[in-house]
């Protein structure tokens, strides 16, 4: 019943070494997105993309990158991950279009550590 | 100034109590506006959308106060399950939803 799915649910990757976290989805939505939350604050929007249109929030650092090969799955890549870089990420995703209905639903997150 | 701005309490009431949030948004373009419940290392879920009528769910109401730029939620005769962080979200353009920082809600039997 997952309708977006995220692989793995925790990962630990060791600190500078390149880390990729998967998002797919079976809703066929326009909209992917990816937060960052870490302990105790909000979920922080990195960037999203809307079909094929990388849209990259202006203080995401660089180590941050995205790919969306096709509809239904989106990647996050850490290139170098750091101890600060340790959170929740959540894959999200929309129908996009106007309207207030916009189908906003949540994967259920992958919880990064570093060492 | 943070976008959406909440108390982030911790808030311990009674079960049965009523308790109430409130949240801020500093962006008047602001189009559309919802409560999420977040509940322990787990991911965000929609509770209700926030309409400017107002909108009820059962013990749920929200209130949006467009002129003072304020949304509201109420829980009435809170139950135990109801423990849970609860998180503002304002969408102003581009579909990007905005986050509060939440309030923690313990109800205590």
């Known amino acids: 019943d997952a309708m977006v799915i995220q692989n793995p649910r925790y990962q630990v990757t060791q600190f500078g070494k390149p880390v990729t976290l998967s998002c797919s989805q079976t809703?066929?939505?326009?909209?992917m997105y990816w937060y960052q939350q870490k302990s105790s604050q909000a979920p922080k929007l990195l960037f999203h993309y809307y079909d094929k249109d990388f849209n990259n929030e202006a203080d995401t650092p660089d180590n941050f990158q995205s790919r969306r090969p096709n509809t239904s799955f989106c990647f996050l890549d850490i290139r170098s991950p750091g101890l600060g870089d340790a959170a929740m990420y959540l894959c999200a995703t929309s129908r996009g279009g106007q309207g207030v209905n916009y189908g906003y639903t949540f994967g259920s997150g992958t919880r990064l550590t570093v060492v | 100034r943070k976008e959406v701005e909440q108390d982030p309490g911790p808030f311990n009431v009674p079960e049965g109590a009523t308790v109430a949030f409130n949240c801020t948004y500093s962006n008047s373009a602001s189009q559309s506006f919802f409560w999420y419940r977040q509940d322990c290392r787990k991911e965000p879920k929609l509770l209700m959308s926030v309409y400017s009528s107002g909108n009820e769910d059962g013990r749920f109401t929200a209130q949006l106060n467009r002129a003072s730029q304020y949304i509201s939620l109420l829980i009435r005769d809170s139950k135990l399950s109801d423990s849970a962080t609860y998180l503002c979200?304002?969408?102003?353009?581009?579909?990007?939803?905005?986050f509060g920082q939440g309030t923690r809600l313990t109800i205590n039997p």
């Open positions: 979200v304002v969408i102003a353009g581009a579909q990007k939803l905005v």
């Open positions: 809703l066929n939505h326009n909209v």
